[in-house]
């Protein structure tokens, strides 16, 4: 099964923004829901939120609501994660991930995943 592939992260400042996109093939991209994950060193992978496959349903971490926003475009395979006022504690590999099967959004077994891409924040 292909992997889905993570792109645009980078290093920013303190209150920066950054836009990263995870593209998937068109079997993955039709799996039930898509989510975004990150892992900071030396801790283990967090779920960071996640959208359904037509968009309708949206779950964020309480520790990224009102700064992160996921979306999808799905002419293009592809989900975005749009970053605002980052902090240092949000420095990670972020990773995509697809599910298909239903149940909340936060708790699915996602079980498709891109290889990752590191985003650093400065303090």
């Known amino acids: 099964q292909e992997q889905p592939v993570e792109s645009g992260g980078g290093f920013v400042q303190t209150g920066g923004s950054l836009r990263l996109s995870c593209q998937a093939s068109?079997?993955?991209?039709?799996?039930?829901?898509m989510a975004w994950f990150r892992q900071a060193p030396g801790k283990e992978r967090e779920f960071v939120g996640a959208i359904t496959r037509d968009g309708s349903g949206i779950y964020y971490i309480g520790a990224v609501t009102g700064r992160f926003i996921i979306s999808r475009d799905n002419a293009v395979n592809t989900m975005y994660l749009q970053m605002n006022n980052l902090k240092p504690e949000d420095t990670a590999v972020y990773f995509c991930s697809a599910h298909n099967g239903l149940g909340p959004l936060a708790g699915r077994p996602y079980d498709v995943w891109g290889q990752g891409t590191q985003v650093t924040v400065s303090s």
């Open positions: 068109a079997r993955t991209f039709s799996f039930d829901s």
